[in-house]
């Protein structure tokens, strides 16, 4: 059973505007949820993050909103850039409570496309 | 960027051959990752080693196993390749778990098993 849903397989906006990624998981002990971002024949990079204690985190262009009533995260970028186009996983973790922990549990990804 | 060195890039192989991907790090980061992408699955996570000969299963370790002899050095092993283990890999590292927990990706492995 997924942990983590990205339930779009792909999105299209214009140049300019907002672009929302989402993503819903299932495990409420999950502790930090992450934003990656891929292009083709890459690996993916790192983004973004938030804490499960957090609501919102914004850095630049780009915030994530964690509701966990709803167990949904978004990520928002404003405003959309054609480098932008990629593919974007959503993943999260659980900590152990010594401090480690398993490795990230990422969602099938949304490929963004930014069109001029 | 951060410096993970993944050998080979590429690889074709046949069924039924033994196959061993490497990951090396030069960041001295003591969590050591690998991953699968395949289509319609996203990434999922193969082994993982939080120490040097320290190693845990993941999601879909079936028909694969991993050393950490060194710090710096990951080694997957496909000991019979099959088909379905025909995938691009990554390697991640990432520092002790700690605020953001961000993992670092390396460029993958992109096997084919005919």
């Known amino acids: 059973d997924q942990q983590v849903k990205q339930n779009s397989p792909s999105l299209s906006v214009q140049e300019g505007r907002i672009s929302i990624l989402n993503c819903d998981y299932t495990?409420?002990?999950?502790?930090?949820f992450l934003w990656y971002k891929k292009y083709p024949a890459e690996g993916p990079t790192f983004l973004i993050s938030?804490?499960?204690?957090?609501d919102k985190n914004e850095d630049g262009r780009f915030t994530v909103f964690l509701n966990k009533s709803a167990k949904h995260l978004s990520l928002h970028i404003v405003p959309s850039q054609p480098g932008d186009s990629a593919v974007y996983f959503c993943?999260?973790?659980?900590?152990?409570?010594?401090?480690?922990?398993?490795?990230?549990?990422f969602g099938k990804g949304t490929h963004l496309i930014i069109q001029p | 960027d951060a410096g993970i060195t993944q050998s080979p890039r590429h690889k074709v192989t046949e069924t039924g051959t033994p196959v061993t991907l490497r990951c090396h790090q030069t960041?001295?980061?003591?969590?050591m990752y690998w991953y699968r992408q395949d289509p319609g699955h996203g990434l999922r996570l193969i082994h993982y080693?939080?120490?040097?000969?320290?190693?845990d299963k993941g999601e879909v370790s079936d028909g694969y196993s991993v050393s950490r002899s060194k710090t710096e050095d990951f080694l997957l092993t496909l000991e019979s390749a099959t088909s379905s283990q025909t995938s691009v890999y990554f390697c991640?590292?990432?520092?002790?778990?700690?605020?953001?927990?961000?993992?670092?990706f390396g460029q993958g492995t992109r096997l084919t098993v005919v």
């Open positions: 080693s939080y120490g040097v000969k320290d190693t």
């Open positions: 960041e001295n980061h003591r969590y």
């Open positions: 938030i804490s499960s204690i957090k």
């Open positions: 993943a999260a973790i659980a900590l152990y409570s010594g401090g480690g922990a398993d490795g990230l549990t």
């Open positions: 495990n409420s002990m999950f502790d930090y």
């Open positions: 991640a590292i990432s520092e002790t778990p700690g605020q953001a927990f961000e993992a670092f």
